[in-house]
């Protein structure tokens, strides 16, 4: 494990980047799933909470009058599984899984100081001659079930400071977030009673060790409207490959992450109309149900073509099964003008393939006219 100091993707506050004053009215806090950790953490109440569930990202959404594909926006474009901000709009909590997937050790006693003093001899070095940033404090913090190293930093031009609480939590990284835009001397008057708030979330984080993985929920996938069912166990990332824009679900605890679907996707609708194309997009996707058509989308011959119906929806497909007994599988279809390519990688042919089917089969593809 090793210390992300100074990323400054994590201190931008969804507030600033919706350009809106976002305060948590009424709000009672509560207990939320972090997708893809199999662990549970709890903010307190005076905290409004947004997360990658589509319900709950609506709910926040209309309360504030803005769109839940902005949540779902600010979210994944920094790597959060969710956040919180509290009733003034001073505080905001970020929460999210990096590296260090597959790990199954966890640190001893006599490990994790060793680790610690490490950290601080590091983060010394890292911010001693910084000019903007300075380290403002740091110290360890162990609960029943997590051993923490948490460092507060404050950027100065921004006149923000953030406290990072870092844990490898045997299978990835988990780092959890506050950020507080406030003077350095308002800071330091409060500072006392942050850092014990600070603690009581970090205490409230559990683990759960025979996780439900037939527990799932619904997200949006920003950049087309889609609405996918993705088991809470799984997390959800987004990307851009080559200018297409991607989804990538991943159950990340098991064979260090071998299980991805990944989700690629291709605006077809404008590139017709600029072609003479007049029709509706629904008629666009009638031409691509050809498989003379599909095939060449593919680069493959009509005859290889294989089809699968999953729910309601054909899909066009290919399977690969490499020497080692690894599968790579392939499914296209066209919704709404807009090409998605799934391609699902597993070490096996069947291990997670039924959650790759239920993806597929439960998609709500937000079809127009």
């Known amino acids: 494990m090793k210390l992300k100091a100074g990323r400054l993707f994590l201190i931008v506050l969804l507030t600033t980047v919706l350009g809106t004053s976002i305060h948590a009215m009424e709000s009672e806090g509560g207990t939320y799933r972090i997708y893809g950790a199999d662990a549970r953490i709890s903010f307190p109440q005076g905290y409004s909470v947004y997360t990658q569930n589509k319900d709950e990202a609506e709910e926040y959404a209309d309360r504030y009058g803005i769109a839940a594909t902005d949540i779902y926006d600010f979210l994944f474009s920094r790597g959060f599984e969710l956040g919180a901000v509290n009733e003034e709009g001073s505080e905001e909590y970020h929460v999210n899984i990096t590296g260090s997937y597959g790990s199954q050790h966890e640190m001893t006693e006599d490990e994790f100081e060793e680790y610690y003093q490490k950290s601080v001899e590091e983060l010394e070095k890292i911010y001693r001659d910084a000019e903007e940033t300075e380290l403002y404090d740091i110290y360890p913090f162990v609960t029943e079930e997590?051993?923490?190293?948490?460092?507060?930093?404050?950027?100065?031009?921004?006149?923000?400071?953030?406290?990072?609480?870092?844990?490898?939590?045997?299978?990835?990284?988990?780092?959890?977030?506050?950020?507080?835009?406030?003077?350095?001397?308002?800071?330091?008057?409060?500072?006392?009673?942050?850092?014990?708030?600070?603690?009581?979330?970090?205490?409230?984080?559990?683990?759960?060790?025979?996780?439900?993985?037939?527990?799932?929920?619904?997200?949006?996938?920003?950049?087309?409207?889609?609405?996918?069912?993705?088991?809470?166990?799984?997390?959800?990332?987004?990307?851009?490959?080559?200018?297409?824009?991607?989804?990538?679900?991943?159950?990340?605890?098991?064979?260090?992450?071998?299980?991805?679907?990944?989700?690629?996707?291709?605006?077809?609708?404008?590139?017709?109309?600029?072609?003479?194309?007049?029709?509706?997009?629904?008629?666009?996707?009638?031409?691509?149900?050809?498989?003379?058509?599909?095939?060449?989308?593919?680069?493959?011959?009509?005859?290889?073509?294989?089809?699968?119906?999953?729910?309601?929806?054909?899909?066009?497909?290919?399977?690969?099964?490499?020497?080692?007994?690894?599968?790579?599988?392939?499914?296209?279809?066209?919704?709404?003008?807009?090409?998605?390519?799934?391609?699902?990688?597993?070490?096996?042919?069947?291990?997670?393939?039924?959650?790759?089917?239920?993806?597929l089969s439960t998609a709500d593809y937000a079809v127009e006219g």
């Not at 297409?244 to 291709?266: A, K, P, S, T």
């Open 146 to 359: 997590f051993k923490f190293v948490v460092y507060v930093l404050y950027y100065k031009e921004l006149n923000l400071h953030q406290l990072i609480a870092v844990t490898d939590s045997s299978a990835y990284d988990l780092n959890i977030m506050l950020n507080c835009p406030d003077e350095k001397e308002s800071f330091q008057d409060r500072y006392d009673l942050v850092k014990e708030e600070f603690g009581q979330v970090l205490k409230s984080m559990v683990n759960e060790e025979t996780p439900n993985l037939s527990e799932t929920h619904q997200m949006i996938f920003p950049a087309t409207g889609a609405v996918f069912t993705v088991p809470d166990a799984w997390r959800t990332t987004t990307f851009v490959n080559e200018g297409l824009n991607g989804l990538q679900m991943e159950r990340i605890i098991d064979n260090g992450g071998d299980h991805q679907i990944f989700v690629i996707v291709q605006e077809l609708y404008d590139s017709a109309q600029e072609d003479g194309f007049t029709d509706t997009r629904a008629a666009l996707d009638k031409v691509y149900e050809a498989d003379n058509v599909m095939a060449a989308i593919m680069g493959i011959e009509e005859e290889e073509i294989q089809t699968a119906r999953l729910g309601d929806y054909k899909y066009f497909l290919t399977k690969e099964t490499e020497d080692d007994g690894s599968v790579l599988l392939q499914y296209f279809i066209v919704k709404n003008g807009i090409l998605y390519m799934f391609q699902y990688d597993s070490n096996t042919d069947d291990d997670y393939y039924p959650v790759f089917e239920q993806i």
